[in-house]
């Protein structure tokens, strides 16, 4: 059995492990290996308790938990379109699971809070930025998310491309979750 709820600032080290163990696995075939060592569980804990503590009105942080032992496995976190360079207003800022609790419907049931709380808080549209060559983009295409944009990113001394996909309209996101 599994929970979602809001994050909250005593959920900083349980998501910054999940943070750290599911960049690495998820980018361990993507980036160089020093881009790859430039994510800390220090540096991560100490994001994700400014992130908490500071906890913006528009912004929005999900964990969702294990039941049986209280154990974090996954988060989602988003609010304002940070470019602007595209018509979205909302986006994903990180959506993580740890990898043995992938592909069982808990993404979508993290995507779906996130949408609804988004909605709530007056957002239409969302857009998440993915490495072009992971796989996991492959979730957001499933929720037919489309491709809107790509650009250059740096990470640690290395650079990627990234590509924005987007849902144009949450209520359509929302259907298609349901």
């Not at 909605?119 to 490495?131: A, F, H, P």
Request: aromatic share 12%; charged share 30%.
């Amino acid at each position: 059995m599994f929970t979602i709820r809001k994050g909250n600032f005593e959920d900083a080290e349980q998501i910054a492990d999940v943070h750290v163990s599911s960049w690495k696995s998820t980018y361990q075939e993507l980036l160089d290996e020093k881009d790859l060592s430039n994510i800390t569980y220090e540096n991560r804990k100490t994001l994700w308790e400014t992130i908490l503590k500071i906890q913006k009105q528009d912004q929005c942080v999900y964990i969702i938990k294990q039941n049986e032992d209280d154990k974090i496995i996954g988060f989602i976190s988003g609010g304002p379109e940070r470019t602007k360079n595209f018509n979205y207003d909302g986006e994903i800022y990180s959506i993580y699971l740890l990898d043995e609790y992938q592909k069982k419907g808990l993404g979508a049931r993290l995507l779906k809070v996130f949408a609804e709380r988004m909605k709530v808080l007056g957002y239409r549209s969302i857009l998440v930025w993915v490495l072009t060559q992971n796989p996991s983009s492959r979730f957001y295409e499933r929720y037919q998310a489309k491709p809107i944009g790509t650009e250059k990113v740096t990470i640690g001394q290395g650079t990627y491309q990234e590509t924005a996909y987007g849902w144009g309209n949450i209520d359509d996101l929302l259907k298609l979750i349901d």
